[in-house]
């Protein structure tokens, strides 16, 4: 097994959106915050937290730089949406994606970023045709491994296939934790009866979930059980969550560049609720991971309507979690 070393950590600024929209962080504050609990890969989306973005003027990155010298920070990943909806009623064409990938490339090498996320919606047959524009900004494109996707879907693996027939190391992977959900998150569980389910109806398919049932019978239970339409609704959740066997991530880490480390609830305990950290990070060691273990909070959306989010505290007990793993 390899030492802890190998694995880098980091936080993608998605994280403290809460915090960022309602004007409590600033950009810069966002950064300091990652830095103080050990994140030190820096994880960004331009959208959301880079005004003007993509027109960013070069008094940005030079800002953005001396913040990375300041905070002993790096770009670890750019977060690349390519909209392919942005014009009323048609999709962008092959070449218009080229140069939104154009634009998305240009930008991360200007942050110093080496890895581009790619959303899984994103065709091999267009990841195929931005590869010469990776590679002339030597920055690499990582497809999102997200659920219910995973490395066994027959999307994912016409990806794999096509960068395994490409032969380049400018087109892999980046896989999102979530696909090893184990548990559905509690904190979206009691949202949903904060909605109008039955407590009764939401166990139910917390526990079937857990147990391994197939979605679509969960849902005709529910159903069944005289469930409103926020309880068919939470169980329909069941078709857009997925776990499988974390030992998998050793058998693909030839491709894997970045990953993303979701998380819903850090408890008291300092574990996370939903998804078994402590089973991905010795498959991570053994697999000599060498990327960065990228910290993206979304519980926030699941507590907003009824409680203060606290980003900067679920961050940090994530990252004391990474380290307790890491140490033993």
């Not at 962008?92 to 080229?98: F, G, P």
């Not at 490409?166 to 009691?190: E, F």
């Not at 059980?225 to 997925?242: I, K, P």
């Amino acid at each position: 097994m390899t030492t802890s070393k190998t694995i880098k950590l980091g936080a993608s600024l998605y994280s403290y959106q809460e915090e960022y929209f309602l004007r409590k962080l600033t950009l810069e504050q966002c950064i300091a915050q990652a830095a103080a609990v050990g994140a030190y890969g820096i994880e960004t989306i331009g959208e959301q937290m880079m005004p003007g973005f993509p027109r960013l003027p070069a008094s940005f990155y030079a800002q953005w730089h001396e913040w990375m010298a300041q905070y002993g920070t790096t770009p670890s990943c750019h977060d690349a949406m390519l909209d392919t909806k942005k014009y009323k009623g048609r999709l962008l064409t092959d070449e218009e994606c080229m140069l939104e990938f154009e634009r998305d490339l240009s930008h991360a090498a200007k942050l110093g970023c080496k890895v581009v996320r790619v959303l899984c919606m994103v065709s091999p047959e267009i990841m195929a045709k931005a590869v010469p524009i990776a590679e002339k900004y030597d920055v690499k494109m990582g497809i999102e491994v997200h659920s219910p996707y995973h490395f066994d879907h027959p999307w994912i693996m016409r990806h794999l296939e096509t960068a395994e027939r490409l032969g380049t190391q400018h087109y892999g992977l980046v896989p999102d934790m979530g696909i090893y959900t184990k548990r559905l998150p509690r904190v979206a569980r009691d949202r949903m009866q904060r909605l109008g389910a039955s407590p009764k109806i939401l166990d139910y398919v917390c526990d079937a979930y857990e147990a391994g049932v197939l979605s679509e019978y969960i849902i005709f239970e529910a159903k069944k059980m005289g469930g409103n339409a926020v309880d068919v609704a939470w169980a329909e959740q069941c078709r857009h969550s997925v776990y499988t066997n974390p030992k998998r991530l050793t058998e693909y880490m030839p491709f894997i560049f970045h990953i993303h480390a979701k998380f819903y609830e850090m408890l008291d305990d300092g574990t996370e609720y939903s998804i078994p950290y402590d089973k991905i990070i010795p498959a991570l060691r053994a697999g000599n991971f060498q990327g960065y273990l990228s910290s993206e909070y979304e519980g926030n959306r699941h507590i907003q309507d009824a409680f203060p989010v606290d980003s900067v505290e679920q961050v940090r007990r994530q990252h004391a979690m990474f380290h307790r793993l890491l140490a033993a």
